[in-house]
């Protein structure tokens, strides 16, 4: 039966190339229909992906989808934000604080290793063997659809629309057009699949199976599972009323730990008829198909035998889209970012090609900010984006897939205030608290302290003692300060007393309490970390647990500082004022070292190692300026050089591994004013880590990882626009490649929403939201304006020059 064919939009000449599909190249010299209408914010691509790392994403928070594209043999794989599968049951903790004098001891005696050894042997007699790593983040399973009877496709394309959150895949066979639509629907929390054939019918089989059957590789990993006992037992049903369901029940079970879940998914065609046959649902002469499909976790045995969807009333896809796109489509438009100057492409492959180091396309980067945006919103629901944010395709992700609080979770929520997009913030303060008795355990029953201990990593519990001797991670100490931070930023940003006396303050309290419980007092009257480690590497000829990490020390002196402004605000009672002020006072100074950088552990004889990732000791700079650069000028210069050294390292590795790495050199950078280097910082950020899907990497071209989403915006946003409690900061970092442009929806800590628009390396029109009633001053180079500001008030300000 031949029915209406759609009308194709675009007619463009194409290639088209495969490399999984095994889909002949189209002639570049033919003339062909282009089959999806590119999107005003999303793209268009005619290449099919040649990994799962290059599927289009679709997500709700909650639940994720990663999506091929594949028109013959699809394999559609489902993900849910809290799938940690239970490998790793909970341990005791090594108890390191009655040991804490033989371990100083050691570590100033330059014997870091004895001590990163010793903290191992204390481990292995709890019953700890080896590197514990966080429950892994792991895929849910896929969906497969067939065509029954595949033909040679003649064209094809693929894309993301990023303001509905829809992916669509569209192809034409000598039989007609086919369509796939699929998004994730953030109201009904729910996924979402519509499959057309306007010229033909459609005869595909589908079913709900372990992932994949067709990669070697991933069936040793699903068979290695199964012989670990790792998964008990999994059961797939397909019902020919249309209903099809994945049961995984984990084999390791513990109080509290997640048992099993459920996938289910609801095939509903228009027409033709639906037959179960050998696992498979077999649907043929169907004019369409509409499945919707959702994952139900379980904490409980019996684990469930179906889901909500059994009461859901089926609604149009349309509108089901439609509603869906209203709330994530308002979360997308908070913010845009228009940079002037760029070449345009309507193909997403030209643009990415359009643009290489030392040659950033500004268009390729509002592009990118748009994507990376997308991927935020798209991973953040209960919880804030892992480092795959939601997806995943394999059953061992790279780090377990987990939160890596050291730097990967920081970077991944770094937009979050700035860039109007607050959820990301609350949900990642929504997950520290649900891990605050586990912090406040770890503190005990590491260290026999007061407050709480924040770990390096976490997933599924906050009580993973992940360490071994090359990295001693139960010696990282920023963790608590870091989230206070976040904390106190919230309340900046957002002005909520009540978040700030009923959250905020009770955990920065809580923080400080255990760091006066580890520092030492010197005879001098000076504290110091002894043993610190700063993340994931140590000194020139030295082990990693030395003294006095800069990270260590300037997240206390922030935390303090921040404590004694609330403090002198009121809002504190019973705070032990003169002692914290002593506390600063008696923090080390931040050092340079002999060739002017600034130096990683404030100590004498431990010298930086730049050939790394990380750059730890830029925490200082990470957000609103430490004062102590502001009062020593030659800071500032030893950050460049820092910046400038550890770039060095990258420079002949395509930007090297570990992109957020580069997030924290950009904020840095962005944050003293040295435009080159933040430039610079997003130029590799732009032209190395981009997949032809517009989702993100970990390294050049290698590992999905969100940790960019985040990062990107938030480094382009500050060299734009900064704030401060009372200060907006126009242009601070504006390279000359970037000299005209707009801005929108930039959220700040002076009570503000602001516009900019710029030309000529100029600020032209600034339009401001207030959401407080005070005063701030307008700082553009060396120039200032005082502004008034009431609650609700819209405030147009044009300089004149």
Known sequence: MKKKRLNNLYILTLVIGFNMFGISACSNETDKKLLIEIPEHGFVSLLGPKRWEESLVSGNGTLGALVPGDPSKERIIFSHEKLFMPEYPPTEAPNLASHMDKIREWVIAGKGDKAAEFAVELGNEVGIEGLIWTDPLIPACQLEIETLNPEKVINYARGVDFESGETITAWETESGFFERRLFT?????????????????????VRLATLPQTDEEMDHEAEAFMEDKLIEDVRTKVDETGWLSYTTEFKKKWDGSLKGYLVECRVIPTGGTMKASDGWLLITDADELFV??????????????????????????????????????????RFSLD????????????????????????????????????????????????????????????????????GNVPSAIASGLNTNFREVTEAYINYMFSMYSDFRDNARDLYDAPG???????????????????????????????????????????????????????FMLDAAAFYK???????????????SYSPEIGPLGHHPVVINATMDVAALKQLIRNLLYLNYAGYLTEFDEQGWTSVLKGLPEYGIDEEGDLKEWIWPG???????????????LFYEVDPEFKERPELIEAAKT????????????????????????????????????????????????????????????????????????????????QSSVDKLILLPALPEQWSQGSIKGVGT?????????????????????????????????DQSWEIETTAGQDIHWEPEW
């Open 749 to 781: 800590r002076c009570g503000v929403t602001a516009d900019m628009k710029w030309d000529k390396g100029v600020p032209q029109k600034l339009h401001l939201k207030a959401h407080r009633t005070g005063k701030l001053t307008v700082l553009y180079k």
């Open 452 to 506: 709480i201990f924040v770990p390096s990593r976490t997933s599924s519990d906050g009580k993973t003692y992940h360490y071994a001797k090359p990295y001693p991670h139960l010696f990282w100490y920023a963790g608590g300060a870091w989230t206070s931070q976040f904390l106190f930023d919230y309340w900046q940003y957002t002005g909520d007393d009540s978040f700030l006396r009923e959250k905020a303050i009770p």
């Open 339 to 406: 940079i002037g100057g760029g070449e345009s492409f309507p193909l997403a492959e030209d643009l990415q090609a359009s643009s290489s180091f030392g040659n950033l396309n500004p268009s390729y980067l509002n592009q990118l900010c748009k994507a990376a945006r997308y991927l935020l919103i798209s991973s953040t629901g209960e919880i804030p984006p892992t480092l795959q944010g939601i997806w995943g395709g394999t059953w061992r992700p790279a780090w377990s897939g987990d939160f890596t609080l050291n």
């Open 185 to 205: 629907s953030r109201p009904d929390q729910l996924i979402a699949l519509h499959i057309a054939a306007p010229d033909s019918d459609l005869n595909i089989r």
């Open 642 to 721: 820092a910046i400038e050294k550890r770039l060095e390292y990258r420079r002949g590795k395509q930007g090297a591994e570990m992109a957020f790495g580069l997030v924290q050199k950009g904020l840095a950078a962005a944050h003293i004013g040295d435009t080159e280097h933040a430039f610079e910082c997003v130029d590799w950020l732009c032209n190395s880590y981009w997949s032809p899907a517009q989702t993100s990497y970990h390294d050049p071209g290698e590992i999905f990882n969100v940790d960019i989403a985040g990062g990107l915006p938030a480094v382009v946003t500050e060299m734009i626009l």
């Open 292 to 333: 919707l499909s959702r994952i139900l976790l379980s904490y409980d045995m019996p684990l469930p035998a179906k889901t909500a969807l059994h009461e859901y009333e089926i609604p149009d896809y349309k509108k089901l889209l439609a509603e869906h796109r209203a709330v994530h489509g308002e979360m997308f438009h």
């Open 517 to 531: 419980h580890i520092l030492v007092e010197g005879e001098d009257g000076g504290y110091n970390f002894i043993p």
């Open 606 to 620: 431990l010298k930086n190692d730049n050939s790394h990732r990380h750059a730890s000791h830029l925490y200082p």
